[in-house]
């Protein structure tokens, strides 16, 4: 691509960031969850460094993305969160991927699977405490475990987690968190009261990581946080970094005189006489329409705001009289190490979560890797495909 867009990953930022949130918890596990593409910075290499920072489990939606995972010969322990009748359980079974159920239905149907297969599937009963998403409501919790246990009793499923989701642990004080904390304690009670031994019970997601200890139990979910980003107001602990940086270099620069119109709508004018630079990002590569007149990117040192109307393919900056000129880079978000905006700093310029803003550029920037530092060897920077760099980390990993 011409202009030379990319999304530059740390991984060594994962790794850390993973070392830093298993030291926060002390001795629970972390899942790391790296659903919807590693929010963005790609979930072969994500999880890879991940592991490499001590995760022990991983965490994705969708069963498909779970096989990925297996075909790229993870060998980790990973839960696919969302229960779906139609998924491919079978499969998932027969490549020891651990599966969710919130009703008793599902898990008639996962032991059927697990009969086909020929072997157990492991199951994590999901408890709803509170979020009105996935699971079983307190009424219909008694009716799913013991359909699970039955199941256990049989040889077709073992259930290996109890597990539930926090709607409001990034609002901190909001009376949920007490009531969820209370329901899921609940949950817990009646299924090992009836005989569940879990392996894992878990309920916390990056937020609650950071700010309630009372959900950690025996791991935590972390998802935002190992890319350096949470939804706590503020952003992230100054102790997790941010391992996307998104840029761009000049394509264009031109002298305009004053009161001259920029982009679709003339929605900018030149106040005076300035130089334009033309930023070849837009809506299709990610950055939300929204960002008219609005965002800031870093060019030579300074944050300039985009200037007019965010196109398809293309943004433009007023740089008054900054002598900028057709190659200088153009940081639009990163760790803010340069000074640049962070993509937290570009979420609540927008009125959107940080999350939102990274995973809009997976699939439409090419993306590029840093590699894992292990503790003494610095590993050069690695640009290529996925991959490549998750074989780059196993072989680190394996090392
Ligand atoms: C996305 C998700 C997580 C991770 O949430 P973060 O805020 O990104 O840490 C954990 N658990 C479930 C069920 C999720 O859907």
Redesign the pocket.
């Known amino acids: 691509m011409d202009g030379h867009p990319e999304a530059l990953i740390d991984l060594g930022a994962v790794k850390d960031n993973v070392g830093a949130l298993a030291r926060h918890v002390g001795g629970a596990q972390v899942m790391a969850?790296v659903?919807a593409d590693g929010?963005g910075h790609g979930m072969i290499p994500v999880a890879n460094a991940a592991l490499a920072g001590g995760a022990t489990w991983l965490?994705v939606?969708h069963v498909g993305e779970a096989l990925a995972l297996r075909q790229a010969g993870l060998t980790a322990r990973v839960l696919c969160?969302l229960g779906a009748p139609d998924a491919p359980h079978e499969e998932a079974i027969r490549q020891d991927i651990d599966l969710s159920a919130g009703s008793a239905e599902l898990v008639g149907q996962i032991a059927a699977a697990a009969e086909r297969a020929g072997r157990p599937a492991r199951v994590h009963l999901k408890a709803d405490t509170g979020m009105s998403r996935g699971g079983a409501t307190a009424a219909d919790w008694p009716g799913l475990v013991h359909a699970a246990l039955a199941a256990e009793a049989a040889g077709r499923v073992r259930v290996a987690g109890l597990w539930s989701?926090m709607a409001s642990a990034d609002i901190p004080g909001h009376p949920s968190i007490a009531a969820q904390l209370a329901a899921f304690q609940a949950a817990v009670h009646v299924a090992e009261q009836a005989g569940a031994r879990p392996e894992v019970r878990h309920l916390a997601?990056?937020?609650a990581?950071v700010t309630l200890p009372e959900t950690w139990y025996d791991m935590i979910?972390?998802?935002?946080?190992i890319v350096g980003l949470?939804?706590l107001p503020g952003g992230a602990p100054g102790w997790l970094r941010p391992a996307m940086t998104v840029k761009a270099v000049l394509v264009q620069a031109k002298r305009v005189p004053a009161g001259t119109g920029v982009s679709y709508g003339h929605r900018y004018v030149t106040e005076r006489e300035a130089t334009l630079g033309l930023v070849p990002l837009g809506y299709a590569e990610g950055i939300p329409r929204q960002a008219t007149n609005t965002a800031q990117v870093l060019v030579r040192g300074r944050r300039w705001t985009i200037s007019g109307t965010v196109c398809m393919n293309q943004v433009i900056v007023d740089f008054g009289d900054e002598p900028v000129a057709p190659g200088d880079e153009v940081v639009l978000f990163g760790p803010g190490d340069a000074g640049e905006p962070t993509a937290q700093e570009w979420a609540d310029a927008l009125g959107t979560l940080s999350?939102d803003i990274v995973t809009r550029f997976a699939g439409r920037v090419p993306r590029s890797y840093r590699g894992v530092t292990e503790a003494t060897e610095p590993v050069p920077v690695v640009a290529s495909v996925d991959a490549a760099v998750s074989g780059a980390v196993r072989r680190l990993q394996e090392s």
């Open positions: 969850v659903k929010y965490g939606v969160l989701h997601n990056t937020p990581t979910r972390p998802g935002g946080g949470c939804t999350y």
